[in-house]
Nanobody
Framework: QVQLVESGGGLVQPGGSLRLSCTASGVAGFASYVLRWYRQTPEKERELVAAISSIYASTDYADSVLGRFTISRDDPKKTVSLQMNSLKPDDTAVYYC??????????WGQGTSVTVSS
């Protein structure tokens, strides 16, 4: 049974920082998966925030977070993280981690809530 457990969400003031983490269990070959963070609000569809590839750990970001967020992976620990700096109220959402293999295996975490408000 593959499980992804996110942590690190919470309430932060505008301009502040948070670090989200997502740890996988029950999965073999973690290093071969592409890892992504998505976010969703009641008003919007789920949005891709950041992605990191396997092997070379190439990264990609949504324009709205470029320069403020950093995605990273630690394959021995089966963890993907999202460092979020200079947070804005528009970053308020539930954040989900996702891992997907080239063979089509696709797993989601349960989500962690981030609220940016003064």
């Amino acid at each position: 049974q593959v499980q992804l457990v996110e942590s690190g969400g919470g309430l932060v003031q505008p301009g502040g920082s948070l670090r989200l983490s997502c740890t996988a269990s029950g999965v073999a070959g973690f290093a071969s998966y592409v890892l992504r963070w998505y976010r969703q609000t009641p008003e919007k569809e789920r949005e891709l925030v950041a992605a990191i590839s396997s092997i070379y750990a190439s990264t990609d970001y949504a324009d709205s977070v470029l320069g403020r967020f950093t995605i990273s992976r630690d394959d021995p620990k089966k963890t993907v993280s999202l460092q979020m700096n200079s947070l804005k109220p528009d970053d308020t959402a539930v954040y989900y981690c996702n891992m997907r293999s080239t063979s089509g295996r696709n797993y989601w975490g349960q989500g962690t809530s981030v609220t940016v408000s003064s």
